[in-house]
């Protein structure tokens, strides 16, 4: 378990941060489609809302838009992002792991006069910011790739929203490498958006596994088959991804 841990704290993301508060460097954690869990302690600052969440694998810590969320209620955080040892200035504390994603917009406060009430959309469109890599220069706002040609051929909405159908099938996957860290468990781990899909929903984002090599920002064609519901444990699970993949320019 201990090794299955680490590799799984290997699998990337690039690191965000919220306002005022500022990560230490730190290994990124993997992207996972949804995390759900109990609420067990809810602390609101700013335009955020920490949430301290009983999951089936342990608790854990969230941050997401600021929304009214109530003790004992049971979330779902979408297009989550862990981080360690994350400092948050504003609560003065270090967590060891927690999670950035967003909450659906009815969870969202009554905005003040004048203010438009915050929705999910809007909260994607923040994260796509704050995700903007500066050492690659992606901005995973702007990105847009052609689909893929063939029979195959699927957009990444479609491959996220269609894995029940589309499960040991074949997909041709186009799309650009917004995350990538090699020779964890074997493979290398890529993380593929091609403008199409949602971050409220996870749908914008697919994982491929793969033997071969590329680098962020690449843009590829991604040749694998569709698996479901694949649990790394300790709340790393994905509901679609792509597997023994081919890449191609």
């Known amino acids: 378990m201990r090794k299955l841990l680490l590799a ?17 460097p ?22 955020y809302t920490y949430l301290r969440l009983q999951t089936k694998d342990g608790e854990l810590w969230a941050a997401v838009n600021k929304s009214v969320v109530k003790v004992g209620e049971n979330v779902t955080v979408y297009d989550p992002a862990m981080m360690v040892n994350f400092e948050s200035k504003t609560l003065k ?23 438009a009430p915050a929705t999910s959309t809007d909260m994607a469109a923040m994260h796509a910011s704050m995700a903007k890599n500066a050492a690659t ?7 847009k790739v052609a689909k893929a040609k063939g029979p195959d051929a699927r957009s990444v909405a479609e491959v996220a929203t269609q894995g029940a159908a589309l499960k040991g099938k074949s997909v041709a996957v186009h799309g650009q ?16 958006r091609d403008g199409s899909g949602s ?12 033997k071969d090599e590329t680098k962020i920002g690449d843009v590829v064609l991604a040749k694998g088959t569709v698996q479901t519901d694949k649990n790394f444990g300790s709340g790393y699970a994905y509901k679609v991804l792509v597997e023994d993949a081919k890449l191609s320019k």
């Open 93 to 115: 504390k270090t967590f060891d792991r927690i999670v950035f994603g967003t909450l659906p917009a009815l969870n969202a406060p009554p905005a003040p006069a004048a203010t």
């Open 177 to 192: 490498v917004v995350k990538f860290t090699p020779e964890v468990m074997g493979k290398n781990w890529v993380h593929l």
């Open 26 to 47: 730190a290994p990124a954690q993997p992207a996972i489609a949804t995390l759900t869990g109990k609420v067990l302690e809810v602390k609101d600052v700013d335009s």
């Open 137 to 143: 220069g992606v901005d995973v706002a702007k990105i």
């Open 199 to 210: 971050a409220a929903d996870g749908s914008n984002d697919i994982l491929v596994t793969t």
């Open 8 to 24: 799984v704290a290997l699998m990337g993301c690039t690191g965000m941060a919220f306002a005022a508060d500022t990560p230490t």
